[in-house]
């Protein structure tokens, strides 16, 4: 059967490979997108939206918790009911994409289902057709949880995010494998629901990849919260039986829970795309792109498959790149120096650039400060649920930021001054000169930067 002939192929309609796709289209350009799963990828049905559903439906009733002592007394009983039949009704479509599919052919794409390989220069087959692009190819396959070869663990009926963004009925208790970002944010909002939840963390802290002092805030509310947390401790074994699991550690201790949710990891598919076909060496986890988001000549890659992080935002701004670069209209490159992330715990945990360890450790002459939260006026009028720190690094010889943390209520939100010094190189004289509104939680950031000349 005769190849079918197209500007551009796109495998992947996550959030980067839709906005790829849906982009050039509009330009003109006959776009032929390919998707094995749903339209929109993890974020929408799987991660980022549902996920923060869940977070908000589990703080308010933190909040609920923090009456007493500041206006009274409040007694509430915990629902799954009402989040589970919103994830169904505000987020995910009960898993149905016909409304992200019906948005990329508005816009002029070809959709194609199925999973696309790669066979050659420019070239993909899918459900046994050829795709012949005359401009190239974007690789926009995102990554999936990825399941640590522990013994016994293969055999059982363990979680990942899907199920448990899709559980209707949450289970007694739960053990989560992992304490980073998902860990850390899945395992505290079912746990103020009433689900007794153990957390195991290899690293020796949780949240392993942000500052030391992140961990230390987060295992004092995790605890008094009533999450059991085990760092520094690896799983040697993984059993399941009628009353559930049982998780073996390496020092001997066993960890049981109804449901175990593995949160250790993404992984990609680079063999399975077939990229080997265009000379690319598919042992690797990740795609290697230059600042134009090129691997080789007629080959993009964006998203969680590139290799710079695996964020939905990240991945937008990456696709825009290999728009620009596709349709002749460069935009300016990615500042990677200046990648902001929020890991949406209770505090709320904001990070943008380097952390302490890694400025030092590129030879750096920093300094650093650190403003407690409950030190600061908005933090001591906020009381119960104040938990946090605003943490700065600072290049001394050139009198800026080069990272930062921004721990607290609004975390995240508190952030958007400290990404914009850090990307924008603003002189620390300039950021001390500012009128920071009072009392506000980013007025702590005034009070750190006051932290430096000490």
Not at 71 to 80: E, F, L, Q, S, Y
Not at 95 to 116: Q, S
Not at 259 to 272: N, Q, V, W
Not at 327 to 347: I, M
């Amino acid at each position: 059967m005769a190849p079918h002939h197209t500007d551009v192929i796109v495998i992947g309609l996550g959030p980067a490979g839709e906005s790829v796709g849906g982009q050039l289209a509009e330009a003109g350009l006959s776009v032929v997108g390919i998707e094995a799963s749903l339209v929109g990828g993890e974020c929408p049905y799987w991660g980022c939206v549902p996920s923060k559903m869940m977070i908000r439906a589990a703080n308010s009733l933190a909040e609920a918790g923090r009456v007493d002592g500041l206006a009274g007394m409040a007694a509430v009983t915990p629902d799954w009911g009402p989040i589970a039949k919103r994830i169904r009704d505000e987020a995910t479509d009960t898993w149905d994409d016909t409304v992200a599919v019906d948005r990329f052919l508005g816009k002029g794409g070809t959709f194609v289902r199925g999973r696309g390989v790669i066979t050659g220069p420019n070239t993909v087959e899918v459900n046994g057709e050829a795709y012949v692009a005359s401009r190239g190819i974007v690789v926009a396959t995102g990554t999936l949880a990825a399941v640590p070869p522990i013994p016994g663990l293969a055999e059982t009926p363990y979680w990942t995010n899907h199920e448990i963004i899709e559980t209707e009925v949450l289970p007694r208790s739960l053990i989560v494998l992992g304490g980073g970002a998902i860990g850390a944010e899945l395992g505290q909002a079912v746990s103020r629901f009433g689900v007794k939840v153990s957390v195991i963390e290899g690293d020796k802290r949780l949240l392993p990849r942000n500052e030391p002092e992140v961990s230390d805030v987060l295992a004092e509310v995790f605890a008094a919260e009533g999450i059991d947390v085990h760092i520094g401790q690896f799983a040697s074994s993984v059993s399941h039986d009628n009353e559930g699991f049982t998780v073996t550690l390496h020092d001997g201790t066993e960890v049981s829970g109804e449901k175990l949710l593995i949160a250790t990891g993404r992984h990609t598919f680079l063999k399975e795309l077939g990229v080997a076909s265009l000379g690319v060496d598919d042992a690797r986890m990740f795609l290697h792109t230059d600042e134009n988001m090129q691997v080789q000549d007629g080959l993009w890659a964006v998203g969680d498959i590139a290799g710079e992080g695996m964020y939905t935002h990240l991945g937008l701004r990456q696709a825009n790149i290999a728009v620009g670069t596709i349709l002749g209209n460069p935009t300016e490159p990615l500042n990677l120096a200046a990648l902001s992330a929020v890991t949406f715990t209770d505090p709320e945990v904001g990070t943008v650039g380097m952390t302490e360890a890694e400025a030092r450790h590129t030879g750096l002459n920093i300094r650093t400060a650190f403003k407690v939260v409950g030190h600061t006026a908005r933090g001591w009028l906020h009381k119960a649920g104040n938990e946090g720190f605003i943490k700065l690094v600072a290049d001394t010889d050139r009198n800026v930021l080069v990272g930062a943390t921004s721990v607290g209520p609004h975390g995240g939100e508190v952030l958007g001054l400290l990404a914009l010094a850090v990307h924008a190189a603003i002189p620390i004289s300039t950021l001390r000169s500012m009128i920071y509104a009072y009392p506000t939680f980013h007025m702590g950031i005034e009070d750190a930067l006051k932290e430096l000349d000490n």
